[in-house]
Structures are given as structure tokens and as C-alpha cells.
């Protein structure tokens, strides 16, 4: 039902964004089962998860309606430089998301892990939830570009504090199943 809603509200920002909005959706409807079924080794719900990894891109969405909606005020596409749009999308979305998060009542809990799930920076208090999601958006990208899960990497760069031994088995039951 939250899928459908979400995809319900998806902006049209016109034919030059459109493959990235379709694109973003898709991301975030294969990473969400995929974060219901790591997140037991995580020690979060799993529906719980699923929600959150869901909604973990939706500033990128956010984004995509602010340009639809200049759109339409302009009566014109948006002529804008890719390298500007994946550089706003890169820096925007996670501060978007959870700030979209909490102004729909998702509460401080999902927007925070909207906000921070690349985990670029040190996280202040740990977050399993955030963890969670972060590991299930490198599954997704990692089986989408049929690369090899370099989950060391993902715990190094993603500052993960939940032992590594204590995932890997279901990321890899997960993976398989998936594949």
C-alpha cells in the first residue's frame, strides 16, 4: 500500500528527468525487501525497514517535484547541466528526505535514517536502522551492476559499528535469493 502511494505521487518533471525518476523508484522498491530480510542481523523489525528503505531516496523525489513544479510555472522544460542535477541529488537528497520525512508525520526515527543513510560522517548515536539500509542499498546497486558484495568496504565506508560476522550470512541468503 506505502509503494503504491509513494508511485502515486512521483512528479513529472519532464522528458529529460523522467528516466531518473523512473530509475530512483525502481532503486528504492528493490532496496526496501531487501532490507525486510537483513534486517533481523541487524536487530530491527523488519517491516520497520522495509518502510524506511522504501522512502531512504524520496529527497531525490523531492528534488524531481521542485523541478516539475517550475516546470509548470515556467510553462517551459528546465535546461539544467547533468553534472548540477547528480550533484544536487548526491548532496541534497538525504537532508530533503528526512526533512520531507518529518513534515508527514514519519517521525524523528525515519528521518533521521532517511537523512543519514550513506553515512558519509561519523554518526553521533548508533543506528541500527540506519545501518540496515545503508547495507541494503549497496546490495541492490551491487546486484544491479552484477558486481562483486565487497561488504568489508561497505562496513569500512559506511562506519558500520554492527559486527560484520553477524550480517554477512543473511546479506549473502539474501543475495542468493534475489539473484
Same mark, same amino acid.
Given at each position: 500500500?506505502?509503494?503504491?502511494?509513494? $508511485?502515486?505521487?512521483?512528479?513529472?518533471?519532464?522528458?529529460?528527468?523522467d528516466?531518473?525518476v523512473?530509475?530512483?523508484? $525502481?532503486?528504492?522498491v528493490?532496496?526496501?525487501?531487501?532490507?525486510?530480510g537483513?534486517?533481523?542481523?541487524?536487530?530491527?523489525?523488519?517491516?520497520?525497514?522495509?518502510?524506511?528503505?522504501l522512502?531512504?531516496?524520496?529527497?531525490?523525489?523531492?528534488?524531481?517535484?521542485r523541478?516539475?513544479?517550475?516546470?509548470? $510555472?515556467l510553462?517551459r522544460?528546465?535546461?539544467?547541466s547533468?553534472?548540477?542535477?547528480?550533484?544536487?541529488l548526491?548532496?541534497?537528497?538525504?537532508?530533503?528526505?528526512?526533512?520531507a520525512?518529518?513534515?508527514?508525520?514519519?517521525?524523528?526515527?525515519?528521518?533521521?535514517?532517511?537523512?543519514?543513510?550513506?553515512?558519509?560522517?561519523e554518526?553521533?548515536?548508533?543506528?541500527?536502522?540506519?545501518e540496515?539500509?545503508?547495507?541494503?542499498?549497496?546490495?541492490?546497486l551491487?546486484?544491479?551492476?552484477?558486481?562483486e558484495l565487497?561488504?568489508?568496504?561497505?562496513?569500512t565506508?559506511?562506519?558500520?559499528r554492527?559486527?560484520?560476522?553477524?550480517?554477512?550470512?543473511?546479506?549473502?541468503?539474501?543475495?542468493?535469493l534475489?539473484?
Open positions: 500500500v506505502l509503494a503504491s502511494m509513494v $508511485e502515486g505521487m512521483l512528479c513529472r518533471p519532464g522528458v529529460a528527468f528516466a531518473m523512473k530509475l530512483t523508484w $525502481e532503486h528504492m528493490r532496496t526496501a525487501p531487501l532490507a525486510r537483513i534486517a533481523p542481523a541487524f536487530g530491527v523489525v523488519p517491516d520497520e525497514a522495509f518502510t524506511v528503505a522512502l531512504h531516496d524520496v529527497g531525490k523525489l523531492v528534488l524531481f517535484d523541478i516539475g513544479t517550475l516546470r509548470t $510555472e510553462r522544460d528546465l535546461v539544467l547533468p553534472t548540477l542535477v547528480a550533484r544536487m548526491r548532496t541534497l537528497h538525504e537532508p530533503l528526505g528526512g526533512a520525512a518529518l513534515r508527514w508525520g514519519l517521525g524523528k526515527g525515519a528521518a533521521e535514517v532517511i537523512a543519514v543513510h550513506h553515512r558519509r560522517a554518526p553521533l548515536v548508533p543506528s541500527p536502522h540506519a540496515c539500509v545503508h547495507v541494503a542499498e549497496r546490495l541492490d551491487a546486484l544491479v551492476r552484477r558486481q565487497d561488504l568489508a568496504t561497505w562496513w565506508e559506511g562506519r558500520l554492527t559486527p560484520l560476522e553477524t550480517v554477512a550470512p543473511q546479506v549473502a541468503r539474501v543475495a542468493a534475489r539473484a
